[in-house]
């Protein structure tokens, strides 16, 4: 009974699984926009036939940690697959919101894949390093004054290594699958197609595992000095610093110390327009009324001046005809014999 209840769930897992790598390599090669409608909802059917897989995949206990990885059998292999599957669709996923989210659950589907790919030894391979780890290291990267040229270079190094190898499984999986798919090859050549898929997966995930660390790094920065932005603009303003000044209680302390300040008025605006007001100095609708004795000279003194004025007019022109009549009747040098001879 148990046998065939067991022959019964096979068949749903494996179109379970063959339904979201579907789903994944029609996204891949799709030509709509990856924020469509169409797009999006192949990603969510994706994931959704992939999360029930994985619940499946642990239900059954398919792969035990006791097993080495020629004791699973071929057409079990693909299985292995599902978190790297699932990794792939979860960075498809479009929305600016969750992109955080989104990038941290596709890690840790990728890290799975490969903790159980280095389990199993599928491939040789360094396994990335935890959140926490990178961190640290990030940090300590940041603190030397001179970067790690040995490190770079091997990287470097190993990323052509992976992609000459990704070329060569590439080439090596499409002369396989026909035979697979048509159920012609045997269990040897099975077995080589689904490892080869596994290996493909392999450098695919160290790279998406690298790219999302980046990103992370990126995404967290942003969010720190938006955050600083935030705190600085809801901050309350410094309050300008007053100059301390001195309040004198008489006179004699306000001559020594002064007032304490620039200037001290000696009346208000309302009252020195009061005192003009009174005296009728100011203007009373654009007609200036008669200013009081204080602000103009009296009339009798204007009219004295006047006639000193006319006056000293009138002798100065008689003075000036007397000169003229003079001149007529003495010629120039006139009176001026004492030593001619």
Known sequence: MAASEEDLELPRLSELFETGQQLLEEVEVATEPSGSRIIQNKVSKGLEQLQKATEM???LDLFSRNEDLEEIASTDLKYLMVPALQGALTMKQVS????LEHLQQAREHFINFLTQCHYYHV??????????????NNSASSSMAYPNLVAMASQRQAKIERYKQKKEMEHRLSALKSAVEDGQADDECVREYYLLHLRRWIGISLEETE??????????????????????????????????????????????????????????????YEQHQKHGALPDQGIATAAPAEFKIPDQ??????????????QK?????????????????YGNRQNMG
């Open 123 to 136: 491939a040789e391979f360094q396994l990335p390093q935890t959140t926490n780890n990178s961190a640290e």
């Open 317 to 333: 022109l008689h003075r000036a005809r007397e000169w003229d009549d003079w001149k007529d009747t003495h010629p120039r040098g």
């Open 96 to 99: 600016p919101s969750k992109r």
């Open 301 to 314: 003194q204007q009219e004295d001046q006047e006639e000193k004025e006319e006056e000293d007019d009138e």
């Open 57 to 59: 995949l642990s239900q």
């Open 211 to 272: 790219s999302i660390d980046q990103e992370i790094k990126i995404l967290k920065e942003k969010d720190s000095s938006r955050q600083a932005s935030t705190s600085q603009q809801a901050s309350p303003r410094e309050k300008p610093m007053m100059k301390p000044f001195i309040l004198t209680r008489n006179k004699a302390q306000a001559k020594v110390f002064g007032a304490g300040y620039p200037s001290l008025a000696t009346m208000t605006v309302s009252d020195w």
